[in-house]
């Protein structure tokens, strides 16, 4: 029987950041239309806005309807765990496409991934 390669943390680490992303919860903050002046051409492309928004760190309270106490809990708590690895921040996007931007609604939490481009 072969014994087991020897790694260091180094190694370990870089195994983990290949095998995984990062994932952190924000809340959209902010939402606000600014008057896009583009041609019929950007209408037809779906772009024929842009929209501002901004998402901060959720770092407690609840995110979503709940449908029921236990649901409440394991929601804090979720909340209380995602605000300590990720106590302040700001992501603040320009979105050109409707269809993006209605996908966004002041109040609601998302997770957000973060993994790394090959290349």
Avoid at 59 to 68: A, P, R, W, Y
Avoid at 78 to 106: C, H, K, S, W
Wanted: charged residues 30%.
């Amino acid at each position: 029987m072969t014994p087991p390669t020897a790694w260091s943390s180094n190694d370990h680490a870089e195994r983990r950041k290949s095998e995984m992303g990062v994932r952190a919860k924000f809340r959209c903050t902010e939402k606000s239309e600014r008057r896009s002046v583009d041609g019929p051409e950007a209408r037809e492309l779906g772009q024929d806005c842009t929209v501002e928004i901004k998402l901060n760190p959720v770092t407690e309270g609840v995110t979503q309807k709940l449908d029921g106490y236990d649901t409440y809990v394991q929601q804090v708590k979720e909340n209380r765990i995602f605000g300590l690895a990720t106590p302040a921040g700001q992501i603040a996007m320009l979105i050109r496409n409707r269809a993006a931007a209605d996908y966004f609604e002041v109040g609601q939490a998302y997770y957000v991934d973060f993994t790394p481009v090959e290349g």
